[in-house]
């Protein structure tokens, strides 16, 4: 099986930054796309950024700027860099990944979140 952890979530005020880490593990042959997306109480899930196996990046208007996505393949590794964050911004950030396992099967795998709270 494949797993995704999250970490590097909290407490920031307005204007400052954090750096998301997701992390793959399990029966892993090769990672596709990593992507973020993140969902605030009441309101839907929202796309937020992605970056492709070769490095290719998408990020959403509202993030476009501010935002960084990398990943690091030797880790299973994706981050999110985000600056200038505002409270609009606050939500739970949920790492996804499209993963090739060991046995050469493709499946799309979310992580559990780690919450963003941008507050004064």
């Known amino acids: 099986q494949v797993q995704l952890v999250e970490s590097g979530g909290g407490l920031v005020q307005p204007g400052g930054s954090l750096r998301l880490s997701c992390a793959a593990s399990?029966?892993?042959?090769?990672?596709?796309?990593m992507s973020w997306y993140r969902q605030a109480p009441g309101k839907q899930r929202e796309f937020v950024a992605a970056i492709s196996s070769g490095g290719s990046t998408n990020y959403a208007d509202s993030v476009k700027g501010r935002f960084t996505i990398s990943r690091d393949n030797a880790k299973n590794t994706v981050y999110l860099q985000m600056n200038s964050l505002r409270p609009e911004d606050t939500a739970v950030y949920l790492c996804n990944s499209i993963v090739t396992s060991t046995g050469r099967s493709t499946s799309d795998y979310w992580g559990r979140g780690t919450q963003v709270t941008v507050s004064s």
């Open positions: 399990g029966s892993i042959f090769s990672i596709n796309a």
